[in-house]
């Protein structure tokens, strides 16, 4: 193995940092990419929660605004879930929509009682 002029660090490390950190900017960058995929899966899954009647947090309205809630994508302009608002949103519409069905399944049972 031969050392490198930067502090005797093996050639071979340092390449295996580069492609990590290329790896990194690779995945920031296509994640990036995807913002708007991910907005208009926002979008559904706050007009689901709506639907069932959970309350979703508001957006906030000024960029300079701090939310736990959402974060601001700053090569598009918008504002996505944070990742905790999209489990508890989906967690609380799984559980209305299995309340929705155990309901309807009740009153199935009455009706062909």
Do not use: C
């Not at 799984?94 to 929705?100: C, W």
């Amino acid at each position: 193995m031969q050392g490198s002029a930067i502090s005797g660090t093996p050639t071979i490390v340092l390449g295996l940092r580069a492609n990590r950190q290329l790896s990194a900017h690779a995945v920031r960058r296509s994640d990036l990419a995807l913002h708007p995929v991910y907005e208009r899966q926002a979008e559904r899954l706050t007009a689901k929660a709506r639907k069932y009647g959970i309350t979703v947090p508001q957006q906030p309205t000024r960029y300079d605004e701090d939310s736990d809630d959402w974060y601001l994508s700053h090569v598009f302009g918008f504002w996505l879930p944070s990742r905790e608002l999209e489990q508890r949103l989906r967690r609380e519409i799984r559980d209305e929509r299995r309340a929705s069905y155990e309901e309807f399944l009740k009153r199935a049972t009455l009706l062909f009682v």
